[in-house]
């Protein structure tokens, strides 16, 4: 079973080949990492123009050099073709949803059908030629061609809003450290950094961000204190135990006495007595009757909010009241003794609730998160995505795309507008109060719980710029090509052919991560796939 698993996933993997995530890494960590090898610091200023852009001209020659030097499974693709005079052309249309315009660069196979739907040969011979790749005579209306696209190009020229940029031209930008493709004529004034869109294929795995306006929380959210109520007390006197003993026979003999004195507070020398009774057997009534009488007592020497009930079945008396009150005071009295002169017992009263007083309710304060854009986070035609999660772990969010002629304070306010239309159907924005201070370009977000506030920006979908990834695969071997050639400019051909001398082995390494086997084995959603086989 585990065999017809691992051969469909692979199946899978060809047919999904455009939907590979390709690892890739900012332009500028290989532009700075060749910098750092000869003591130059981006960080600190020590790093000219005219120093950066020999430089990203060896990176992009190293790059044509070493993109098609092996068939880099992240960034090879199979696609659909309809072949004219048995010719599919350099710039040809592929074939799909939608139909899109492509640029082949390396050709590896020509499928006469879908590769991902069986696992038998079926790729055919083909030659290149001025106009395109001539795929046979054995096809049908269609073929499948697996190919590497045109090796990306790369500049360390940064932007310039001066500049008139031509279709396919690139620029390199400081804010976001990436470089960008011109997607048409005429390109002028339009910042990269704010206005690009990513490439249609391969899909980026961490496209880059903007950097975000600043948040700090101006005040810590404090819950609502709905308060305590009045709590009374009770106390609850049983018949039936006398502490120590014994207990008297139903009915009782003659003579055998009751006295009861509760006061209030108990911890207090001066006090109040709450309620009181006294009773002396007869020999006759049993203790039902005594009971009752005791708390009839009771009930006409009770103070003002007390209450008496009893219960001649469990044979026991129960007073309730708002205060501290009990037997355990000098002016008490809970005594039970057959005569006068005998020894003295107690009568078993337990405190089955404490009395609480009232504390009163107090209105807590919301979290304020106060957002402020300046002139570095203000970006006309980015998409602007205010994300409040909840202490419950829940997203809730709105948009504004802002446009081109927006400012700062024009950028918050759009956000207002979209988070009061938001509260028409999530009721959660109902809660949230914004204040903005035009002053001071900031917006206070008001929310009774402890949330996460984030205003996060991010490029829309440009007809301008599209941003090149810079491919991780083969970013050491390329830094270590470029050191190299740099090496050899100022005069030093023994540290340029011990570089160069690398390129090679740190080709290999990278290589080795899509064909080297571990141990343990990867799984197929782990592992790298051969050309040359279906898996």
Not at 76 to 104: E, R, Y
Not at 293 to 316: E, N, P
């Amino acid at each position: 079973m585990a065999r017809y698993v691992l051969l469909l996933l692979g199946v899978i993997h060809l047919g999904l080949g455009d939907c590979t995530a390709m690892r890739n890494l900012p332009f500028r960590s290989v532009l700075h990492g060749i910098a750092h090898k000869f003591s130059l610091d981006p960080e600190q200023s020590n790093f000219l123009s005219n120093q950066a852009i020999p430089i990203g001209e060896y990176i992009d020659q190293w790059v044509r050099r070493l993109y098609d030097a092996r068939d880099w499974p992240e960034w090879t693709v199979t696609k659909k073709f309809a072949p004219s005079n048995h010719v599919v052309t350099w710039d040809a249309l592929a074939i799909g949803a939608p139909t899109v315009s492509v640029k082949i660069g390396r050709v590896i196979k020509v499928y006469l059908v879908d590769p991902s739907t069986t696992d038998t040969p079926i790729d055919t011979p083909f030659t290149l030629t001025d106009n395109g790749i001539h795929v046979g005579y054995q096809h049908g209306s269609f073929v499948w061609i697996k190919y590497l696209a045109p090796p990306p190009k790369f500049t360390a020229e940064q932007w310039s809003a001066a500049t008139t940029y031509a279709l396919d031209d690139v620029a390199y930008s400081y804010t976001t450290g990436e470089v960008y493709r011109s997607k048409a004529n005429s390109n002028i004034g339009h910042d990269p950094a704010s206005n690009f869109s990513l490439p249609p294929n391969p899909i980026i795995g961490h496209p880059p961000s903007l950097p975000p306006p600043v948040i700090d929380v101006t005040k810590e959210w404090v819950p609502d204190n709905p308060g305590i109520g009045e709590r009374n007390e009770i106390l609850v006197i049983s018949f039936q135990t006398l502490i120590p003993g014994p207990t008297p026979s139903n009915p009782p003999p003659s003579g055998f006495v009751w006295d009861f004195n509760i006061v209030s507070p108990i911890d207090d020398i001066s006090s109040t007595t709450i309620a009181g009774g006294s009773h002396v057997a007869d020999g006759i009534e049993d203790m039902a009757a005594i009971i009752a009488d005791i708390a009839a007592q009771m009930v006409a020497s009770a103070a003002v909010g007390f209450t008496v009930t009893h219960d001649t079945v469990a044979l026991t008396i129960t007073i309730e009241g708002p205060a501290i009150f009990g037997f355990n005071h000098p002016d008490a009295l809970n005594l039970a003794y057959p005569v006068s002169g005998f020894p003295v017992s107690q009568v078993k009263a337990v405190v089955t609730q404490t009395y609480a007083p009232t504390f009163s309710a107090a209105s807590g304060q919301p979290q304020v998160s106060q957002i402020t854009i300046n002139a570095d986070t203000t970006y006309p035609g980015a998409t602007y995505e205010l994300l409040v999660t909840d202490s419950a772990g829940v997203d809730h969010s709105v948009t504004y795309v802002s446009q081109r002629y927006d400012n700062s304070a024009q950028i918050l306010q759009g956000i207002i507008l979209a988070v009061e239309a938001a509260a028409l159907t999530d009721t959660f924005w109902q809660g949230v109060q914004l204040a903005f201070d035009p002053t001071g370009i900031t917006l206070d977000v008001s929310v009774r719980d402890r949330v996460s506030v984030a205003l996060r920006p991010a490029p829309t979908g440009s007809g301008w710029w599209e941003l090149v990834p810079f491919p991780k695969a083969i970013a050491d071997a390329v830094m270590r090509g470029a050191v190299a050639d740099l090496n050899r400019e100022w005069g030093q051909s023994d540290k340029a052919a011990a570089e160069e001398a690398v390129v090679p082995q740190e080709t290999d390494i990278a290589a080795g991560d899509f064909t080297t086997m571990p141990d343990p084995p990867l799984t197929t959603q782990q592992a790298g796939y051969s050309r040359y086989k279906v898996h």
